[in-house]
């Protein structure tokens, strides 16, 4: 199967290196796009450098720094349009081992409309993190995974796999949101359209150089679209029923009184 990994950057020029390189080893006949944002770092002209010495890799350059969801938008239509039968989400910090990759091509190949790698199933793990920051972590992806009844440990993950056909399904160029928000979204809308949705452990690794791209914003749109979501399929049969009750109503014509009939003339004299 003919597989794109989907790699958005931002000044990432001192992980792009070492991500292509390895990513390379991990899936030799894979292909990478990075999908930069207009970084002032030189982070696309270096990875133009690479592709010329390892191949097999593109490079989409962005006006603006617009969001990781709009990132991945572009990429996965980028990748769509050239036939390319698997997309992977990765982050370009290396805090995801490209050497999980086959891992997560492997179930695609079994027949997952999804595959995520998560923190949470047994053998997953995040080694170097603290324990209100795993907390935190782990208590939200039970909020999202209750409230919408996902069926996933790790819906905020950023490293995943789409079978291409789930992708167009789901029509990810109406999605708005980015972020943790995109990720959930994207698994929600999976799990609703009612495909298949597999987890496959990896460990998570603290970033070594760069800085993060998480703020307050992005966790607290997260924590907003999922309650909306969750109220709003709780209403819409609601909607539905009343909606359709009160057309059946307007369409069933009002009953009318019969009309007055007048009495018999009285006989001639």
Same mark, same amino acid.
């Given at each position: 199967? /003919?597989?794109?990994?989907?790699?958005?950057? +931002?000044?990432? $020029? %001192?992980?792009?290196?070492?991500?292509?390189?390895?990513?390379?080893?991990?899936?030799?006949?894979?292909?990478?796009?990075?999908?930069?944002?207009?970084?002032?770092?030189? @982070?696309?002209?270096?990875?133009?450098?690479?592709?010329?010495?390892?191949?097999?890799?593109? $490079?989409?350059? *962005?006006?603006?720094?617009?969001?990781?969801?709009?990132?991945?938008?572009?990429?996965?239509?980028?990748?769509?349009?050239?036939?390319?039968?698997?997309? $992977?989400?990765?982050?370009?910090? &290396?805090?995801?081992?490209?050497?999980?990759?086959?891992?997560?091509?492997?179930?695609?190949?079994?027949?997952?409309?999804?595959?995520?790698?998560?923190?949470?199933?047994?053998? %997953?793990?995040?080694?170097?993190?603290?324990?209100?920051?795993?907390?935190?972590?782990? +208590?939200?992806?039970?909020?999202?995974?209750?409230? &919408? %009844?996902?069926?996933?440990?790790?819906? @905020?993950?950023?490293? *995943?796999?789409?079978?291409?056909?789930?992708?167009?399904? &789901?029509? @990810?160029?109406?999605? /708005?949101?980015?972020?943790?928000?995109?990720?959930?979204?994207?698994?929600? /809308?999976?799990? *609703?359209?009612?495909?298949?949705?597999?987890?496959?452990?990896?460990?998570?690794?603290?970033? $070594?150089?760069?800085?993060?791209?998480?703020?307050?914003?992005?966790?607290?749109?997260?924590?907003?679209?999922?309650?909306?979501?969750?109220? !709003?399929? !709780?209403?819409?049969?609601?909607?539905?029923?009343?909606? *359709?009750?009160?057309?059946?109503? !307007?369409? @069933?014509?009002?009953?009318?009184?019969?009309?007055?009939?007048?009495?018999?003339?009285?006989?001639?004299?």
């Amino acid at each position: 199967m /003919r597989c794109l990994v989907v790699v958005p950057t +931002y000044q990432e $020029v %001192g992980n792009v290196d070492e991500l292509l390189r390895r990513c390379r080893v991990a899936l030799p006949g894979g292909e990478v796009l990075i999908v930069d944002d207009a970084s002032p770092d030189g @982070t696309a002209d270096r990875a133009e450098e690479l592709a010329r010495e390892l191949g097999c890799v593109s $490079v989409l350059r *962005r006006r603006s720094k617009d969001g990781l969801g709009a990132a991945y938008r572009a990429g996965f239509s980028w990748g769509i349009e050239r036939g390319f039968e698997v997309l $992977v989400e990765m982050d370009a910090d &290396l805090q995801h081992d490209p050497a999980a990759l086959p891992s997560l091509l492997h179930r695609i190949e079994e027949g997952a409309d999804l595959v995520i790698g998560s923190r949470y199933v047994e053998g %997953g793990s995040i080694p170097a993190w603290s324990w209100h920051r795993r907390a935190l972590s782990r +208590y939200g992806n039970r909020y999202a995974a209750f409230v &919408l %009844g996902l069926p996933v440990t790790d819906a @905020t993950s950023g490293y *995943r796999a789409y079978h291409a056909n789930a992708l167009r399904l &789901l029509d @990810t160029s109406a999605f /708005r949101a980015d972020g943790y928000g995109f990720q959930i979204e994207t698994a929600y /809308r999976v799990h *609703r359209a009612g495909g298949r949705i597999d987890e496959v452990p990896i460990a998570f690794h603290e970033r $070594v150089a760069g800085a993060s791209k998480m703020s307050g914003r992005i966790v607290l749109e997260a924590w907003v679209l999922v309650t909306w979501w969750a109220c !709003r399929e !709780r209403l819409e049969p609601r909607i539905v029923f009343r909606c *359709r009750d009160r057309r059946r109503r !307007r369409s @069933t014509p009002a009953a009318r009184p019969a009309p007055e009939v007048p009495p018999d003339p009285p006989p001639a004299p």
